[in-house]
């Protein structure tokens, strides 16, 4: 039967609520970094969140920000933070007690990053080295993290919509600053939010597969 639990993560200076979703048998977990503007409520994020758990993988998706800290707009870009927050979570998952009892405890991690989540997902990789088994980046920012890219080790999928022609560029870049095993997929006529009927889809699908490949290894 599956598991699913509300959560509250403490963290330094903050306690993030997050949703716990752990599939029978689940053999590694995916934590959500949302982006700006939103938080774990996304129904994007939670789109690709139940088709993971469909094939065996545990999701996460917590708030980054508090609502108090996300009242003030420089927060959703404040790209340490947010690493910092998402360092501190993965830990909170990785050994705490309470994460213990939810079954989390001991299992491969990744990342799944929406826009600037996307840069706050790869700095926490590169933080936190081989603790990381992949990112999938969809929509993301991954040239707000710039200076850690070239430190990421985990495999990293960039996902960005055909139409998305800005972000499309700044995915290039980052991708070229990339060391890590690593691919750029361009979804055909979607745009930023992958909206267009059948895109979502198409970003669950590569996600999917790309954490099956790489957190199966582990």
């Known amino acids: ?47 690709v969140a139940q088709q993971l758990q469909k094939e065996g993988i545990a999701t996460l998706l917590f708030d980054l920000l508090t609502e108090e ?38 299992l491969p991690v990744g990342y799944f990053g929406a826009s600037t989540g996307a840069a706050a997902a790869l700095g926490a990789a590169a933080h936190l080295d081989a603790e990381v088994g992949a990112v999938v980046s969809r929509g993301g920012r991954p040239d707000l993290a710039m200076e850690s890219l070239a430190e990421v080790r985990a495999p990293t999928l960039l996902i960005v919509g055909g139409r998305d022609d800005v972000v499309i560029e700044l995915n290039r870049k980052a991708y070229a600053l990339l060391k890590a095993e690593k691919e750029l997929s361009i979804v055909p006529g979607a745009t930023h939010l992958f909206e267009e009927p059948g895109a979502l889809e198409e970003v669950a699908r590569l996600a999917s597969e790309w954490f099956k490949k790489y957190l199966s290894k582990r």
């Open 69 to 106: 800290e996300d009242e003030t707009y420089e927060n959703r870009f404040d790209i340490p933070l947010l690493t910092d927050r998402l360092v501190s979570v993965t830990h909170w998952v990785g050994v705490d007690a309470r994460a213990k009892k939810l079954g989390t405890l001991g």
């Open 1 to 47: 039967m599956q598991s699913e639990k509300s959560v509250n993560i403490d963290v330094e200076s903050a306690v993030l609520p997050g949703d716990l979703v752990r599939p029978p048998g689940a053999k590694s977990l995916v934590i959500f970094a949302h982006g700006s503007g939103s938080s774990r409520l996304s129904t994007r994020n939670r789109f």
